[in-house]
């Protein structure tokens, strides 16, 4: 009884075989007959019929039956069926991938890996352009595989990778992809190496980071967000010399930036260099006259000089003195005054805005002021 169920088996066989291969074939002549009449059944008959010769065990294992896979779902990512299958392109990318995984020496199978490249590539930029970036390394890292299997290397794809890697915060692929870009001598001005060193510190490795940004810089001396990064990392650590060294650098390898301006006050600053700083906030404003920023910096630091004096003031007894002392702290507050309502004329809307009116609001109390003081109170009060 066993032998007559073996024997029906292999006898079957061929017969299943053979309907299978009718699979392939009809799946065939479907998609002819779509490319033709354009008749969307054609391509839904197509799709169903090489769905099933895939799990087939006699034509799964054919690279034939992968390539007319790929060619289908190929045709219907460029076809209106593509709402019902939104993931066609990458099973396009996949039937072709296995083609040559099958057997490269199938006739068509370098035709397949182009196919399975171009295809892998188009997901893994449609997929970063919505956002869905694990989705977009997968891809990228496909391209890289099957490059690797000829012997290739896809520098694109590994660039894409590492950007990828990056924007779904898989930091040590990021951190793996951006060294072996890098790793190509293609980097002629930096940028890779920048972007290098904040995947390190994304990952939490702020002395590699640190290491690498320092020597990156001696290489590309002229790549200002590679100075700049270094800059902030200076006073984020508060090495204030260090920082007005690279500051005045930097303003000399890019003169027109406002920013450094505002850095370099900052800077002279926490130094005490009072006059460097006040000359560095004007030099901003003179780039951007709407820098609200400098101006708020501005009247901050004529703020705290003439509460200095006013301190100074009240320790006097002698009333001439004290009279003298109390006029000179009222010159800094008068100057605190116009440029703290120069930021407002500019800063928008937000906690920056409230910082400068609140600044405001205790300028106008101490000067006596009490329509200005209400005005910016109301306002304050109605963003509550």
Same mark, same amino acid.
């Given at each position: 009884?066993?032998?007559?169920l073996?024997?029906?088996?292999v006898?079957?066989?061929?017969?299943? =075989?053979?309907? &299978?291969?009718a699979? =392939?074939?009809n799946a065939?002549n !479907?998609?002819?007959n779509?490319n033709k009449?354009?008749?969307?059944?054609d391509?839904?008959?197509?799709k169903q %019929?090489?769905?099933?010769?895939?799990?087939?065990?006699g034509?799964k294992a054919? @690279?034939?039956?992968w390539? /007319?896979?790929? %060619?289908? /779902?190929m045709t219907i990512?460029a076809?209106?069926?593509?709402?019902e299958?939104?993931?066609?392109?990458?099973?396009?990318?996949?039937?072709?991938? &296995?083609? !040559?995984a099958?057997d490269s020496?199938?006739?068509?199978?370098?035709?397949a890996?182009?196919f399975? =490249?171009?295809?892998y590539?188009?997901?893994?930029i449609l997929?970063?352009?919505?956002? %869905?970036? @694990?989705?977009a390394?997968?891809?990228?890292?496909q391209?890289i595989?099957?490059s690797?299997?000829?012997?290739?290397?896809?520098?694109?794809a590994v660039?894409?990778?590492a950007?990828?890697?990056?924007?779904?915060?898989?930091y040590d692929k990021?951190i793996s992809?951006?060294?072996q870009?890098?790793?190509f001598n293609t980097?002629?001005?930096?940028v890779?190496?920048f972007?290098?060193?904040k995947?390190?510190l994304?990952?939490?490795?702020?002395?590699s980071g =640190?290491a690498?940004?320092?020597?990156?810089r001696l290489?590309y001396?002229k790549?200002n967000e590679l100075?700049?990064?270094?800059?902030?990392?200076?006073?984020?650590?508060?090495?204030?010399?260090?920082a007005e060294?690279?500051l005045?650098q930097?303003?000399?390898?890019d @003169?027109?930036?406002?920013?450094?301006?505002?850095a370099?006050?900052?800077?002279?600053?926490?130094q005490?260099?009072?006059? *460097? #700083?006040?000359?560095?906030y004007?030099k901003?404003i003179?780039?951007k @006259?709407?820098?609200?920023?400098?101006y708020?910096n501005?009247?901050?630091n004529? %703020?705290?000089?003439g509460r200095?004096l006013q *301190?100074? #003031?009240?320790?006097?007894?002698d009333?001439?003195k004290?009279d003298a002392?109390?006029k000179?702290?009222?010159?800094e507050l008068k100057?605190?005054l116009?440029?703290?309502?120069?930021?407002?004329?500019?800063?928008p809307?937000?906690k920056?805005?409230?910082?400068?009116l609140?600044?405001?609001?205790q300028? !106008?109390?101490?000067?006596?002021m009490?329509e200005?003081y209400? *005005?910016?109170?109301?306002?304050?009060?109605n963003?509550n």
């Amino acid at each position: 009884m066993y032998k007559k169920l073996i024997l029906s088996a292999v006898m079957a066989m061929p017969f299943v =075989v053979q309907a &299978q291969n009718a699979k =392939v074939l009809n799946a065939y002549n !479907y998609l002819n007959n779509y490319n033709k009449e354009k008749s969307i059944d054609d391509l839904r008959n197509a799709k169903q %019929n090489i769905d099933e010769a895939i799990l087939n065990e006699g034509t799964k294992a054919k @690279p034939k039956t992968w390539f /007319y896979r790929g %060619n289908v /779902y190929m045709t219907i990512f460029a076809s209106e069926l593509k709402q019902e299958v939104p993931d066609a392109l990458k099973q396009a990318a996949e039937a072709y991938a &296995q083609v !040559y995984a099958l057997d490269s020496k199938y006739e068509y199978a370098e035709e397949a890996y182009r196919f399975a =490249v171009m295809s892998y590539k188009n997901v893994g930029i449609l997929a970063f352009n919505a956002n %869905n970036f @694990p989705e977009a390394l997968a891809s990228f890292e496909q391209v890289i595989k099957l490059s690797s299997q000829k012997g290739n290397t896809d520098k694109e794809a590994v660039e894409n990778a590492a950007i990828s890697a990056m924007r779904a915060k898989e930091y040590d692929k990021a951190i793996s992809y951006y060294q072996q870009y890098i790793g190509f001598n293609t980097d002629t001005n930096g940028v890779q190496h920048f972007q290098l060193y904040k995947a390190m510190l994304a990952k939490g490795d702020t002395t590699s980071g =640190v290491a690498f940004l320092k020597e990156s810089r001696l290489k590309y001396a002229k790549n200002n967000e590679l100075l700049i990064e270094e800059l902030r990392y200076y006073l984020a650590e508060e090495k204030n010399a260090e920082a007005e060294a690279l500051l005045k650098q930097a303003i000399a390898s890019d @003169p027109k930036n406002y920013t450094l301006y505002l850095a370099a006050g900052s800077t002279y600053e926490k130094q005490n260099k009072r006059k *460097e #700083a006040l000359e560095a906030y004007q030099k901003a404003i003179e780039l951007k @006259p709407e820098t609200w920023e400098a101006y708020y910096n501005i009247g901050a630091n004529y %703020n705290n000089e003439g509460r200095r004096l006013q *301190e100074l #003031a009240n320790e006097e007894k002698d009333p001439k003195k004290y009279d003298a002392g109390i006029k000179l702290a009222d010159e800094e507050l008068k100057k605190a005054l116009e440029n703290l309502e120069k930021a407002r004329q500019f800063v928008p809307a937000g906690k920056d805005r409230s910082d400068v009116l609140n600044a405001l609001k205790q300028l !106008y109390g101490r000067l006596n002021m009490p329509e200005k003081y209400n *005005e910016v109170k109301k306002e304050l009060e109605n963003k509550n």
